[in-house]
């Protein structure tokens, strides 16, 4: 059974770079078909996609977002990452990493990690 | 960015009424459309892909229909378990959007 984890700091301060790291268990994040991104949801608000990667390093991104996100893949430690430069309150949420259906649907999701963005 | 609307934003139902929630686009999609459930606390749960297939282990009681800009996500008999947030989103841009979600309350 395909399992993601999502791990990093919980809080993080204004000005600086959030970085999660989502470990995939179950299933290898080479295989083909699948991208690999995040979703966050500010408290009591709806879903906001951030991005997905394909794990040979095609991306994309929310434009709304894309100056200041970072994803990446590690194959060898069967990972993927997420960094967002330059937070402010408003990137306060819970983060979630998640599988895709080629670049469309999320079909597995890790449990989510909430992060705050406070000095 | 493709917009996506759903309505309404909160319905109040009984245990074992059909509900239908609705998910606008603000242009065509096609069928390239997922609805995803979120309980409490939890990470969502894709019930429907393409518009009307139903996700694998997903009781057959939800149902999706819909094409082009207006799609809908029917619960046939609410279950205790189906007190939760609704949530559509688009596949048809590389740029992925949700709706803002419907809450399904006990009434």
């Known amino acids: 059974q395909l399992q993601l984890q999502e791990s990093g700091p919980g809080l993080v301060k204004p000005s600086e770079t959030l970085s999660l790291t989502c470990t995939v268990s179950?299933?290898?994040?080479?295989?083909?078909?699948?991208?690999w991104g995040w979703i966050r949801q500010p408290p009591g608000k709806g879903l906001e996609w951030i991005g997905s990667?394909?794990?040979?390093?095609?991306?994309y991104h929310n434009p709304s977002l894309k100056s200041r996100v970072t994803i990446s893949v590690d194959t060898s430690k069967n990972q993927f990452s997420l960094k967002l430069s330059s937070v402010t309150a408003a990137d306060t949420a819970v983060y979630y990493c998640?599988?895709?259906?080629?670049?469309?649907?999320?079909?597995?999701w890790g449990q989510g990690t909430l992060v705050t963005v406070s000095s | 960015d493709i917009q996506m609307t759903q309505s309404p934003s909160t319905l109040s139902a009984f245990e074992g009424d059909r509900v239908t929630i609705t998910c606008r686009a603000s242009?065509?999609?096609?069928?390239?459309l997922a609805w995803y459930q979120q309980a409490p606390g939890k990470a969502p749960k894709v019930l429907i892909y393409?518009?009307?297939s139903l996700e694998s282990g997903v009781p057959s009681r939800f149902s999706g229909s819909g094409s082009g800009t207006e799609f809908t996500l029917t619960i046939s008999s609410l279950q205790p378990d189906d007190f939760a947030t609704y949530y559509c989103?688009?596949?048809?841009?590389?740029?992925?959007?949700f709706g803002q979600g419907t809450k399904v309350e006990i009434k």
């Open positions: 998640a599988r895709f259906y080629s670049s469309s649907y999320a079909h597995y």
């Open positions: 179950g299933g290898s994040i080479s295989s083909s078909s699948y991208y």
């Open positions: 990667m394909y794990y040979s390093g095609s991306t």
């Open positions: 242009q065509s999609i096609s069928s390239w």
């Open positions: 393409k518009a009307s």
């Open positions: 989103q688009q596949y048809y841009s590389y740029s992925l959007t």
